[in-house]
């Protein structure tokens, strides 16, 4: 199927491109890209001279050649010829394979309306135009919304909902930090630049890293102070370090009288929230807690980094409210180097209406919850909104069969013979593999487009450097060629993907592609009073609030907790399911992502559950033995690793490891939840109960 490589315009001598990382990755780091004479790319490394960047990147994207001219790369448009899933395809003509999308998409429309085709995409790359082009297709044909929950729902609700919006200090400034605390995240395998920055704050101040984690990760390891807590009782410990704070005399009530909504309330009920409460909640000593609020007390400038991984629990939101209200309590927002950040998306006010096809929007259309593709795709009203059965997907970027919860679900959703199935792909994933037309995409150096970052401030051009393998081609393209079939009109259809970039810089206030080709970037951070909310947050009373109207975060707000506090909202351990199971990220895979290249299959070895010691003992389970990990939801069998690391009770797998590493050829997600989380939806991918036995 996978004819060997063929390079197309070799040039004569070798040299450097200017690049984005186009992956999901909050770093998106500047960079700088070897090209070789016959055309391919070779070694990665990070830009010096871009300041949050500052030639760190990752091992994997360093060794991107590996998966850019990797042999099983899809080069061939490929028609199913067996059963779903068996892997058998014959390769087709790009004309044929659009026409049989097209054909089958319009049959489906005319026997279920337009809401039976269901477009569902992610941050395969995260380049606008080719991410979120597949939008514009929706729009225009009124084809099914997607609500997004599957990575940042949770842990913007939370942030949001205290500072009313989504930006904050300065990410370089944790260089100039007397302590930067790194609250759920993994930074040395998900965002490794938080360390280039905190560990720059190390060596030239001496700054203290603290690590709040639910293992000892390779970031806690790094750490000064870690504490390693229960999953999903960040509330607890938020609550406790500021009854602390407020005891002791280190809020800073000057501070919360001029800028937050209702200080003299929390601390009323701070009262009952001592250590001792949230110790037998986190499992954390009462001496720990006590000094990490001594810490940030006396440490003034303190810098906050929060993570997506706490707030992916049930009671994600509130964890996340309850931390950044820190921050509030000590002031820390005030200083250089002080407050607390979580992502920049709303620095770049991007007019995304030519990409997204936003003036095409229809609001009665059914928005579907990307996170409960099993749910839709097995027929639950619910989840369909008692609208007609999806019955077409076009796949864009994102591989649900192994990252989407309820695998077992997903899968049986995904085998319907009445389901129609065209999945746009590099690589033969296990969603490619239960497609009717696999269509082979390009990569981030043989298509142009423009990215913003999360965890910085930079908007990055990433222009074409090399030609595509075989007949890849980009996502743009795919979505036109398919709207021209399919009649869907709209100007952004009949543009090039540079002019889809040109158009949206301009809409958008930012500087042309001529300015960022040469400059490879463009600084958009706000000014230090802005992005320290000194003038105020983003609320119409300007003032921070202890106290979040959930109901405006989403629609299901019903119980949620009015002051921050520790919401017993999630899967709890019971006689049943008496382990805790968290599904972080592993360093060398990013989501299944490289998953394919040989070296990072080989340093994360095989799918693996660290339990600790004592667990195993009382299980008479042994280092290497084959355990089953579950719950109602299924059932996942892998290898053990004694790690003490953790708290009793507390297993963790780092992921996501495709369902064929895995002995019974299913993986970790047939484990994880799709309900959706409060008040916005979202995956819960690190809360789940589980029983473990010995396999
Ligand atoms: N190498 C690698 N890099 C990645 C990814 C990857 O899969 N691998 N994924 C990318 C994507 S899509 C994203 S969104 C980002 C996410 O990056 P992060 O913000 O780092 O979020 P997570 O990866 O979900 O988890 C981070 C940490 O949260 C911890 N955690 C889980 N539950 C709790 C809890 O209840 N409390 C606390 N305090 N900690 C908890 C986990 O143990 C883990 O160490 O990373 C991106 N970068
Ligand atoms: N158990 C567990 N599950 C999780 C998580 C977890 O922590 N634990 N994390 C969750 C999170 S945070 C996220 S964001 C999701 C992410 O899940 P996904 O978005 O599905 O991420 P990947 O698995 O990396 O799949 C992206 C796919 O896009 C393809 N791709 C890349 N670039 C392009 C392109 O330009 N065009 C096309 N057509 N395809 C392209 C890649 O080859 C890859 O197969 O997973 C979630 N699932
Ligand atoms: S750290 Fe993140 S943004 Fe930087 S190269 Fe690695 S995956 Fe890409
Ligand atoms: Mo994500």
Request: aromatic fraction near 8%; charge should be negative.
């Amino acid at each position: 199927m996978n004819a060997p490589f063929v390079p197309v315009k070799p040039q004569s001598t070798s040299s450097v491109g200017y690049s984005a990382c186009p992956h999901d990755c909050p770093s998106t780091c500047a960079l700088e890209i070897d090209i070789a004479p016959d055309g391919r790319i070779g070694r990665v490394r990070g830009a010096e001279d871009n300041s949050y960047t500052a030639g760190v990147i990752c091992a994997k994207v360093a060794r991107y050649a590996e998966r850019a001219n990797h042999k099983e790369r899809l080069l061939q448009p490929l028609l199913r010829t067996g059963p779903k899933g068996s892997g058998q395809f014959s390769p087709i003509s790009w004309d044929e394979a659009l026409d049989r999308t097209a054909a089958a998409f319009l049959a489906a429309e005319k026997k279920y309306g337009s809401e039976t085709v269901w477009p569902y995409y992610y941050a395969g790359t995260m380049g606008l135009v080719q991410r979120d082009g597949i939008n514009r297709l929706r729009h225009a044909k009124r084809y099914s919304g997607q609500h997004s929950t599957i990575c940042v729902t949770l842990a913007r609700a939370g942030y949001i909902a205290a500072t009313g919006h989504l930006s904050g200090p300065d990410p370089r400034e944790m260089a100039k930090s007397d302590c930067v605390v790194i609250w759920g995240t993994n930074a040395v395998h998900t965002q490794v630049n938080v360390m280039t920055h905190a560990i720059r704050a190390r060596k030239e101040r001496g700054a203290r890293i603290v690590v709040v984690d639910v293992y000892n990760n390779a970031t806690a390891q790094q750490a000064d102070m870690a504490l390693i807590l229960r999953p999903g009782t960040d509330g607890a410990l938020a609550c406790a370090v500021m009854h602390v704070l407020f005891r002791d005399g280190y809020a800073d009530r000057d501070y919360m009288a001029r800028h937050t909504d209702v200080p003299a309330e929390l601390e009323a009920h701070l009262k009952t929230r001592t250590p001792e409460w949230a110790s037998a909640i986190t499992g954390l000593s009462v001496a720990k807690i006590e000094a990490f609020a001594r810490l940030l007390g006396e440490t003034k400038r303190h810098y906050i980094r929060l993570g997506y991984g706490f707030a992916r629990s049930r009671n994600g939101a509130v964890n996340m409210h309850a931390a950044t209200c820190i921050a509030s309590v000590t002031g820390s927002w005030q200083y250089e180097g002080g407050g607390a950040f979580h992502n920049n998306g709303a620095i770049f006010h991007w007019n995304k209406t030519l990409i997204d096809g936003l003036d095409a929007v229809d609001p009665n259309i059914r928005m579907l919850d990307q996170s409960q593709i099993g749910p839709v795709l097995t027929g639950d009203a619910k989840a369909l909104k008692n609208g007609p059965p999806v019955t077409a997907l076009l796949i864009q970027n994102t591989n649900p069969m192994e990252v989407a919860p309820e695998s077992l679900l997903v899968k049986r959703g995904f085998e319907r013979d009445d389901l129609f199935t065209c999945v746009h792909e590099q690589f033969m994933t296990a969603t490619a593999k239960m497609a009717d037309i696999v269509l082979p995409a390009t990569m981030f150096t043989e298509h142009d487009d423009i990215y913003q970052a999360g965890g910085q401030q930079h908007i990055l051009l990433g222009p074409k450097l090399v030609e595509a393998p075989g007949e890849a081609r980009e996502n743009h393209a795919v979505i036109c060629d398919l709207a021209k079939r399919l009649g869907a009109e709209h100007p952004g259809f009949l543009m090039s993907a540079i002019e889809m970039v040109e158009a949206t810089l301009k809409n958008s206030g930012w500087p042309d592609v001529a300015t960022l080709r040469s400059q490879r970037w463009h600084d958009c951070q706000p000014d230090f009073e802005t992005a320290h909310f000194l003038g105020g947050f983003a609320w119409p009373d300007r003032k921070f609030r202890f106290a979040p109207d959930w109901a405006a975060m989403g629609p299901d707000a019903a119980g949620m907790p009015r002051l921050p506090d520790h919401w017993t909202s999630i899967e709890e351990a019971d006689a049943e399911h008496p382990f805790r199971l968290v599904t972080a990220p592993a360093r060398n895979f990013l989501n299944t992502s490289f998953t394919e290249t040989p070296s990072s299959a080989k340093r994360e070895a095989r799918p693996t559950a660290f339990i600790h010691p004592d667990d195993a003992a009382a299980l008479q389970i042994t280092d290497g033995q084959l355990v089953t990990l579950g719950n109602r939801r299924g059932e996942v069998r892998l290898h053990a690793k004694l790690y003490d690391g953790v708290q009793h009770g507390v297993v963790i797998v780092e992921s996501i490891w495709p369902h064929a590493a895995f002995v019974d050829g299913m993986g970790i997600n047939a484990l994880t939840g799709a309900d959706a989380a409060q008040p916005n939806g979202g995956a819960a991918f690190h809360d789940n109960a589980v029983w473990l036995r010995a396999a």
